[in-house]
């Protein structure tokens, strides 16, 4: 309901490139869309779905990981599968802060969200979904400026419930007045994932 006709999108953790493609399917293809997923069978995958539905020239997919900061880092797959998940950047723990042993490891970009829209000269997003299984703190504070840009119209970001995450998450998007528009269904136990939809008003 919050997508309009000629908007910017960033997937940011798009996998396989489900939700890119429903996305510009949605909008008949008149969207632009960048994807980012560092991971490297995933990352082909995206590109062959991409070709697969004729979506060349909506949906552009970067094999960059976002983060915090901008700097080459080891990205580490939990499982070394098409369409996994649960992996990570810069350290062996996933979302929940839990440790584990991975099947990969690759080295790859990093880059914060102010970073993508300044140095690197992308456009500035008019929404952004974010689902990277336990850097989403990171992200967050990398896009300071990003948040505050009112071209940015809606932020979905998963979200793992655990320690004081959710909350420090949702005091940044206010500041950036951000405001939660789900927070009447969002179950905010220990261990739940969630996706957490940020509006501006």
């Known amino acids: 309901q919050h997508f309009k006709p000629g908007d910017t999108v960033f997937d940011i953790g798009a ?8 996305a510009a399917k949605r909008l008949e293809g008149n969207v632009q869309i ?7 069978l995933n990352f082909a995958k995206l590109n062959r ?6 979506m060349v020239e909506i949906i552009v997919p970067y094999p960059i990981a976002i983060s915090n900061q901008t700097a080459v880092d080891t990205f580490y797959s939990k499982t070394f599968a098409v369409g996994a998940s649960l992996h990570a950047l810069g350290r062996e723990i996933t979302q929940g802060e839990k440790e584990f042993t991975p099947q990969n490891r690759q080295g790859t970009i990093s880059s914060s969200l102010d970073d993508l829209t300044t140095r690197f000269g992308l456009p500035v997003p008019n929404h952004i979904k974010v689902d990277v299984d336990g850097i989403e703190d990171r992200i967050v504070s990398g896009a300071h400026n990003t948040l505050r840009d009112p071209r940015l119209k809606t932020f979905l970001i998963e979200v793992y419930m655990h320690g004081e995450i959710a909350q420090n998450i949702q005091t940044a998007f206010q500041e950036a007045g951000l405001t939660l528009s789900n927070a009447d269904v969002t179950d905010f136990t220990p261990g739940v994932v969630q996706n957490l939809i940020f509006v501006r008003e």
Not at 15 to 22: D, K, M, W
Not at 49 to 54: A, C, G, M, S
């Open 49 to 54: 779905n991409i070709v697969l539905n004729d």
């Open 15 to 22: 996998n396989i490139g489900q939700y890119s493609l429903y």
């Open 34 to 40: 960048l994807a980012f997923e560092p991971e490297a």
